[in-house]
């Protein structure tokens, strides 16, 4: 078990060293949105790559207009990440039940399907 977090741990540090030093903006290797190359509408995700970028830069303002979901949401991420990769995973389990139990991923849900209908009729680029 250890060696599969040290594994998921390395991937997302060496994902964030990438973000941090490939600009998604300009370089051709990062894959473009399936959904808004079929359909031409952006999906919840669109702007997900650039915006980390400009994250880890700190430009949370330009991170901002590329995906406000995403920097919205990374509180609950990060706590999500550190309760499931260190001891308070098993130390609060009731607390992990209402950080990703059913009612918590229904309110995820509600608010990206709100978050893209608001996306694709009033801000559509």
């Given amino acids: 078990m250890l060696v599969k977090r040290l594994l998921i741990l390395t991937g997302v540090g060496a994902a964030l060293v990438l973000y941090y030093q490939v600009n998604p903006a300009v370089a051709t290797f990062f894959p473009p949105c399936p959904f808004r190359l079929l359909t031409g509408l952006p999906c919840p995700g669109c702007g997900s790559q650039r915006c980390l970028h400009q994250l880890l830069h700190g430009h949370v303002d330009e991170a901002f207009a590329l995906n406000p979901l995403l920097v919205l949401s990374l509180p609950y991420l990060l ?37 893209w209908f608001i996306r694709v009729w009033f801000f559509r680029r």
Avoid at 84 to 112: D, H, K, M, N
């Fill in 79 to 115: 706590v999500g990440f550190v309760v499931e990769y260190s001891s308070l995973r098993t130390r609060f389990p009731q607390f992990r039940q209402r950080l990703y139990g059913r009612v918590a991923a229904w309110i995820c849900f509600g608010l990206v399907m709100l978050y």
